[in-house]
């Protein structure tokens, strides 16, 4: 079927340091999913973060980045230095061409001052 | 930020009973989707509308639960007999076209007791 596997959280990292969250898909019934990263602040609905409709091609939002990897199957969060407030759930997802997302468990961050 | 609005934020109801919420997409947008969050974080697709028109549906939803987007009325989801694995997160969002930028409710969170 078609689904996403992420990195377990929570992670915990410090402030300004780097981030990777780790997210390979398997897409057996869309030829040509899109990949997705949302989030969930405290108190807040999930929001879009950032998305990628091209294998290859790498979406970017609030210093964070990810890069469409077909070979791989992989579309890996990463930030440069993360801040405070970027403590939240992230969640990788794919769908296809009406929407229909298919999300992965969510990994909390907890970024420590 | 969002501007779908779920009602009720929380809902409790008995086993057998029927439960109902509502959400009001984004203005503007005819197409919504109905997720189930349980408690192990994991999401499943329940349905999606265009206009009033059903676009997709699980089995689940077609026998159990009931979805309707009424013109000029809020969308709603109805689970005819509450059962205890119904406890979730119901999410609701909306978007401008089938495969555009889909925006979540902050949910409506259901306890089965």
């Known amino acids: 079927g078609d689904s996403v596997t992420q990195t377990e959280g929570p992670v915990t990292v410090s402030e300004s340091e780097s981030l990777i969250i780790n997210c390979t898909y398997s897409a057996t019934s869309i030829a040509y999913p899109n990949l997705f990263w949302y989030v969930r602040y405290p108190g807040e609905g999930l929001q879009l973060l950032l998305k990628v409709i091209t294998a290859g091609q790498k979406g970017s939002s609030r210093g964070f980045e990810a890069t469409y990897n077909k070979e791989t199957t992989s579309f890996h969060l990463q930030k440069a230095s993360v801040q405070e407030s970027d403590s939240a759930v992230y969640y990788c997802a794919l769908g296809d061409h009406n929407n229909r997302i298919f999300f992965g468990d969510g990994t909390q961050l907890v970024v420590k001052p | 930020n969002s501007k779908v609005i779920q009602t009720p934020r929380y809902l409790v109801k008995g086993q057998g009973q029927k439960a109902k919420m509502r959400c009001i997409p984004e203005k503007g947008h005819p197409v919504v989707f109905w997720y189930q969050q349980n408690k192990n974080n994991e999401f499943k697709f329940l349905i999606n509308f265009q206009n009033q028109e059903v676009l997709q549906q699980i089995d689940m939803t077609e026998k159990r639960f009931s979805a309707e987007c009424p013109s000029n009325s809020p969308c709603s989801l109805e689970i005819q007999s509450s059962e205890a694995g119904d406890s979730a997160l119901y999410l609701c969002?909306?978007?401008?076209?089938?495969?555009?930028?889909?925006?979540f409710g902050k949910g409506t969170r259901l306890t089965v007791v």
């Open positions: 969002a909306s978007s401008l076209q089938v495969n555009t930028e889909v925006f």
